[in-house]
């Protein structure tokens, strides 16, 4: 039998533990909130009365009530859930630190019943953006290299696919986008502490950086990303994922070629045909 490869871990779950652990959500929960506030405006949309729901995610103490009776568990690397217990599972701010979100989301799926709501909220791909490219140049200017500091997530449109590969059915991936001030990069950098957002990368850096570093980044920061008032800007992409356990009374494509009417007869237009050769076929000059 060969012996498999060990998959390569992005995150340091033990540090990622120690971040959450002295988050301090009360100081710096309002993206949380944000988030608490779009779900709700979704499970409104749905319509539909859930009896059973559970809810994965690090921060229990902000989403605990977020539906009654709900069960909530960890965002561990195994969840918690029982297969087929559930008509929805929320999957709550945790995902863009998942080593395997597809994992996480395909355990989702099994913890669903057939036509059960999948929704999931994280942090998306242009979140932190300035601060990524200002302390990308610090650190060549002032250490000669890069290393991983922010971690990387995915753009909204990748995260639609993660869903089908997940086997999930009518998938919507769409975001919220926040742009927060702050008196400085410093008292961004804090923020994210107070979130438990704080760097867990598995290969980051583990020795004191030079405070140099974070010096010329603030100062970069500021200059590029300054406001009027002499604040600074940060983006926060929150992206929202939706999608359906499959079940037979779900929408479906239409096969290929099972059309009853043509486009073209709709639009009062002429059908374009692949096979003219434009340049030959137009009226002489």
């Known amino acids: 039998m060969t012996p498999t490869t ?61 539906l009654p009776n709900a069960r ?8 918690d ?19 395997d979100p597809v994992g996480q989301i395909v355990q989702c799926r099994r913890a669903l019943r057939p036509d ?19 302390l990308a140049e610090a650190e060549i200017a002032t250490m000669g290299g890069l290393s991983p500091r922010v971690a990387p997530m995915a753009e909204i449109r990748d995260m639609g696919s993660l869903l089908q590969r997940a086997g999930l059915a009518l998938p919507v991936a769409d975001r919220v986008k926040k742009t927060v001030t702050y008196p400085d990069a410093f008292a961004l950098m804090r923020d994210l502490r107070d979130m438990g957002e704080t760097n867990a990368l598995a290969d980051r850096h583990r020795r004191t950086m030079p405070k140099s570093l974070f010096a010329h980044m603030a100062a970069l920061y500021a200059d590029r990303f300054g406001t009027p008032d002499g604040r600074i800007t940060a983006t926060f992409d929150l992206a929202f994922l939706t999608a359906w356990a499959p079940h037979d009374s779900q929408q479906k494509p239409l096969r290929p070629g099972a059309a009853q009417s043509r ?16 340049a030959l076929d137009g009226p002489d000059d």
Request: proline fraction near 5%.
């Open 6 to 66: 060990p998959q390569p871990r992005l995150v340091d779950a033990a540090a990622l533990a120690r971040h959450r652990a002295r988050a301090r959500l009360d100081r710096a929960g309002f993206l949380h909130d944000e988030a608490r506030f779009e779900l709700q405006e979704r499970l409104i949309d749905v319509n539909r009365r859930f009896t059973s729901p559970a809810i994965v995610t690090p921060f229990p103490q902000i989403w605990a009530d977020l």
């Open 116 to 134: 059960g709501l999948f929704l999931a909220t994280c942090f998306g791909g242009e979140t932190l953006s300035e601060l990524r490219q200002t």
């Open 263 to 278: 486009l073209a007869d709709a639009l009062n237009t002429t059908e374009f045909d692949e096979a003219a050769i434009p």
């Open 81 to 99: 859930l029982d297969a087929g217990a559930h008509d929805l599972v929320v999957h709550a701010m945790g995902l863009h630190w998942a080593d």
């Open 72 to 79: 909530v568990v960890a965002d561990a690397e195994t969840l």
